[in-house]
T-cell receptor
Framework: AQSVTQPDIHITVSEGASLELRCNYS??????LFWYVQSPGQGLQLLLK??????LVQGIKGFEAEFKRSQSSFNLRKPSVHWSDAAEYFC?????????????FGTGTRLQVTL | DTAVSQTPKYLVTQMGNDKSIKCEQN?????MYWYKQDSKKFLKIMFS???????INETVPNRFSPKSPDKAHLNLHINSLELGDSAVYFC??????????FGPGTRLTVL
């Protein structure tokens, strides 16, 4: 069965500093990988996804992630964090099941941004 | 022009009651899902329907029954509510196995 590990429960960075959120996955085949962001009291918004091709993917809000098969990782990065980036970030792996896809989420990383 | 909408946003009820949460999507997708987010923010899939057909049915108590009247709607009915059912329930939709888009969530509190 697939699984996702986000080792950092809580990260604090200063506004303007760079950010890297870690994600490791376990999946038998080529994974479909996602990063979602959840602001307080809100739903989940897709930041970016990897299905195939270029292993460096660009997303919204200046985020990017790199798929590294050898390390089973899909880390999220941003060169300069803004205060509005404070939120909960979830990494997920998708497992296709016929005409649906089952997402398995990590436990999330809460990002706090100090001014 | 909300893509995935859920009603109600908040639901407070007593143990033993029966309640329903409704979900609608206007993205033209044919696959819809229900996820549960517990108090520790952990998200877990419950069900998935494709064009009114049940595709994914995780280990969920049979007090939970999804119903899909058409491919744009997926409702969740919960019988005999228990304290442990308190959570945020998210609906999502996708075009078959493509990216899932989530609704705003329904916060269910069972007293």
């Amino acid at each position: 069965a697939q699984s996702v590990t986000q080792p950092d429960i809580h990260i604090t960075v200063s506004e303007g500093a760079s950010l890297e959120l870690r994600c490791n996955y376990s999946y038998g085949a080529t994974p479909y990988l996602f990063w979602y962001v959840q602001s307080p009291g809100q739903g989940l918004q897709l930041l970016l996804k990897y299905f195939s091709g270029d292993t460096l993917v660009q997303g919204i809000k200046g985020f990017e992630a790199e798929f590294k098969r050898s390390q089973s990782s899909f880390n999220l990065r941003k060169p300069s964090v803004h205060w509005s980036d404070a939120a909960e970030y979830f990494c997920a792996v998708g497992d296709r099941a016929g005409t649906a896809s089952k997402l398995t989420f990590g436990t999330g990383t809460r990002l706090q941004v100090t001014l | 022009d909300t893509a995935v909408s859920q009603t109600p946003k908040y639901l407070v009820t007593q143990m033993g009651n029966d309640k329903s949460i409704k979900c609608e999507q206007n993205l033209g997708h044919d696959t819809m899902y229900w996820y549960k987010q517990d108090s520790k923010k952990f998200l877990k899939i419950m069900f998935s329907y494709n064009n009114k057909e049940l595709i994914i049915n995780e280990t969920v108590p049979n007090r939970f029954s999804p119903k899909s009247p058409d491919k744009a709607h997926l409702n969740l009915h919960i019988n005999s509510l228990e304290l442990g059912d308190s959570a945020v329930y998210f609906c999502a939709s996708s075009q078959v196995t493509d990216t899932q888009y989530f609704g705003p969530g329904t916060r269910l509190t069972v007293l």
